[in-house]
């Protein structure tokens, strides 16, 4: 891959094009959203309740009044419209009104002058509790005998996989129990954004988000207004990765910007972002396989339990995705699957990179090692033996049309060379930087993880974007300008579009306008969508303007504009079948494979990931260098869940909100990293593109622990794998909890 020069007017699909926000922000001129100011402005602070179950008889706001520069203090009796909001279901209170379900939950809000007296004073609000019990236990939660957290129960959502014999029976068995601990997303911008009331009673809320439309939707209803009034302007996002669908700040601000016909700017803390939005279900899943003595399969059963925390968020979607890719990339005829996602007094999850597949991967890919080992075959081999391919069925009946080659991707990691053997350079060594080894006790292991993960939203969802393209001649030069909702959150997106543009109208020169809600929808930047959708939706607008061309030059113009908007759709998906899980529930998948190897100090219970070489077929590479990047990326984050990231919850409590006792990977953490990236075109997508962010979180994840279980021997059914899992003997799935 060559690197252009910064400005370099290129830049085609499948050129490695250079991205017009990365020099800002690698040398801190980028403005983020937490660098917003107007004069005049306020600030706003959240305050939040410290139980994870309570009741509420009473919020006094008088003492919060009654501290000099407030200007504002307002509970859930000053929320003017609808009193509730989530993206699927609207269960979760802007304000906690009588009950509280979780350790954070907003129950009033506070305006001032200055940031530090915000806090002083929402310290002072009053909050009459009478402090519950807790329900932390999903397993619990589906008992018909525990507390009901929400009227309709606990229950969010079942999804059952029904498919071939009910009853199968196979030669080899193996059968195994996983735990997926609590990830957090750990974007390094915290929520921010600054909302400015308007003249004519509205609001301009300038946001960090990841889907402009459905927050507005969501925001104006809170606040009573039409969405025409509520306007949405995307503001430089520091990351994402799932947890910026919901909402956090956005309707608080508002609320104190109309209450005080001021701007209210509002900034989270690294603390409090960990209260302030969703996280990655933890999981428990319970797996069985079963194999003809030659290690092909016959069935998969599994259920899994999703603790979805406090409230919906994207549960039910979640739900879904554990279920549809429950049995991984293989070809299986019978299957047997019962996914629950439930309600629990602990931190609400929804979205983060992988939805469901994640904690799925970690159980079916723990189970294929389990089932190669029973039937004396090679880690690698069995996965070759069973993968999906082309017209091969998924476990939802779905027939893959489009290129799968999940066999291939497994031989070009299993073949790549190994790394040499572990240095003498103590830094190279499992807790040398620290001084901790001398390397006595230290072994390899090698370890695979494959994955499966959807593209673009399923099951029947209304799945659309909005582009539009205007041509014109500005200074004698062809400019084209594109205009879209569409969220960038450090993909990539702005560059691809105007590749789009330079393919699809030969011209130089592309402007992207601001994301914002004055034009159509884009749908959200997650799903590994935004490539596959905002490109097809920017072409197709292209195509139109350069139908109104009709072969003419661009520069030929002259006072000419031309315009075309375009509200682009993917084929259409269906929803499963309610009792047998059947239907063409996704538009597309996307394949990922990692080998991992691993140095393990077995006496300190310390991992070194030596080195992953990684396999996936992208349809298309827009942007190669991208491309990259996003690998890298995903891969450094399913790094984390498998060895060091879990946010602790204790009794509902999260015990280690900061980046201090919460632990991500750093570059000395991340091994060198042997990339192969396949381009088979799918013959249904924009260019052939395949949504690429996803699959390599997910796979790197068990790949790596399945590494750490070679060198140890032991069974290491739960991640993160701590030090005490693999220096301990005989500890079970709750080890750590």
């Known amino acids: 891959m060559t690197t252009p020069r910064v400005g370099e007017r290129t830049g085609r699909i499948g050129d490695s094009t250079a991205r017009p926000d990365g020099t800002p922000k690698v040398t801190g001129a980028f403005a983020f959203s937490s660098d917003l100011y107007l004069t005049g402005m306020l600030w706003g602070v959240t305050v939040r309740a410290p139980h994870p179950r309570a009741e509420i008889h009473g919020v006094d706001v008088g003492p919060a009044l009654a501290v000099r520069g407030v200007a504002a203090a307002l509970t859930a009796e000053d929320v003017p419209g609808r009193a509730v909001y989530g993206l699927d279901v609207p269960d979760q209170p802007v304000l906690a009104r009588d009950t509280v379900r979780y350790q954070g939950e907003p129950v009033a809000l506070v305006a001032a002058d200055h940031p530090e007296t915000a806090r002083r004073a929402a310290a002072e609000v009053a909050v009459d509790y009478t402090v519950l019990e807790p329900l932390t236990d999903p397993r619990r939660a589906l008992d018909d005998g525990s507390p009901q957290l929400h009227p309709g129960g606990n229950l969010v959502r079942h999804v059952p996989i029904r498919r071939g014999d009910p009853q199968p029976t196979a030669e080899v068995v193996v059968t195994g129990e996983y735990t997926v601990g609590m990830q957090d997303q750990a974007f390094l911008g915290p929520e921010s954004g600054l909302a400015v009331p308007a003249a004519d009673g509205g609001v301009d809320l300038y946001i960090a988000t990841q889907w402009l439309h459905v927050d507005r939707d969501q925001v104006a209803a809170a606040l009573g207004l039409a969405p025409e009034l509520v306007r949405l302007h995307l503001s430089g996002v520091g990351g994402a990765f799932g947890a910026r669908e919901d909402l956090s700040m956005q309707i608080h601000a508002c609320l104190l910007a109309l209450r005080t016909g001021r701007p209210v700017k509002m900034v989270y803390s690294r603390e409090e972002s960990f209260f302030g939005h969703v996280h990655r279900h933890p999981a428990i899943l319970r797996y069985e396989h079963g194999a003809t003595r030659e290690g092909r399969l016959v069935y998969v059963k599994a259920e899994i339990l999703l603790d979805g925390g406090a409230y919906a968020s994207t549960s039910q979607a979640v739900a879904g995705n554990a279920a549809t890719h429950a049995a991984g990339p293989y070809e299986v005829p019978n299957a047997h699957v019962d996914v629950y996602a439930l309600y629990t007094n602990n931190p609400p999850c929804g979205a983060m990179r992988g939805f469901g597949a994640v904690q799925a991967c970690f159980g079916y890919e723990s189970q294929m090692d389990r089932l190669a080992a029973a039937c004396g075959l090679d880690p690698a081999e069995i996965r070759i033996r069973n993968a999906m391919r082309e017209g091969s069925a998924a476990i939802t009946g779905q027939v893959l049309d489009f290129p799968a080659p999940v066999a291939e991707l497994v031989r070009r990691v299993r073949d790549r060379p190994l790394p040499p053997q572990r240095s003498t350079d103590l830094r190279a060594m499992p807790g040398g930087v620290g001084g901790t080894t001398h390397g006595e006790d230290v072994v390899r292991g090698v370890g695979y993880g494959v994955s499966i993960k959807n593209v673009c939203f399923s099951e029947g969802f209304d799945d ?274």
């Open 464 to 737: 659309f974007a909005t582009a539009r393209v205007r041509l014109e001649v500005t200074g004698g030069e062809p400019v084209a300008t594109v205009f879209t909702a569409a969220c960038e959150v450090g993909q990539g997106l702005v560059t691809v579009q105007e590749q789009v543009v330079r393919t699809e109208l030969g011209v130089d020169r592309v402007m992207i306008a601001p994301a914002d809600t004055s034009v159509g929808g884009a749908g959200s930047s997650s799903a590994s969508r935004q490539t596959y959708m905002t490109t097809g939706a920017v072409r197709a607008a292209c195509a139109k303007v350069r139908d109104r061309l009709a072969g003419r030059d661009p520069a030929s113009l002259g006072d000419e504009v031309i315009d075309a908007t375009v509200e682009w759709r993917h084929r259409p998906t269906s929803p499963l079948d309610p009792v047998t899980g059947q239907g063409f529930a996704h538009v597309q998948y996307a394949f990922a494979a990692h080998r991992a190897v691993v140095d393990v100090d077995l006496g300190l219970g310390l991992v070194k990931v030596v080195e992953l070489a990684t396999a996936q077929d992208v349809g298309k590479a827009v942007n190669p260098l991208a491309v990259a990047g996003q690998i890298h990326g995903g891969s450094a984050q399913g790094l984390g869940l498998a060895l060091m990231e879990e946010i602790q919850v204790r009794d509902g409590e999260i015990v280690n909100p900061s980046f201090t006792d919460y632990l991500i990977p750093t570059v000395l953490d991340m091994p060198p990293m042997s990339l192969d990236v396949l381009e088979l075109a799918d013959p249904n997508a924009p260019y052939g593109v395949r949504g690429v962010g996803e699959p390599p979180t997910i796979s790197s994840t068990p790949a790596i622990v399945a590494a750490v279980r070679a060198a140890t021997g032991r069974n290491l059914n739960r991640v993160p794998v701590r030090p005490e899992h693999i220096t301990a003997e005989g500890l079970s799935v709750e080890a750590g909890r």
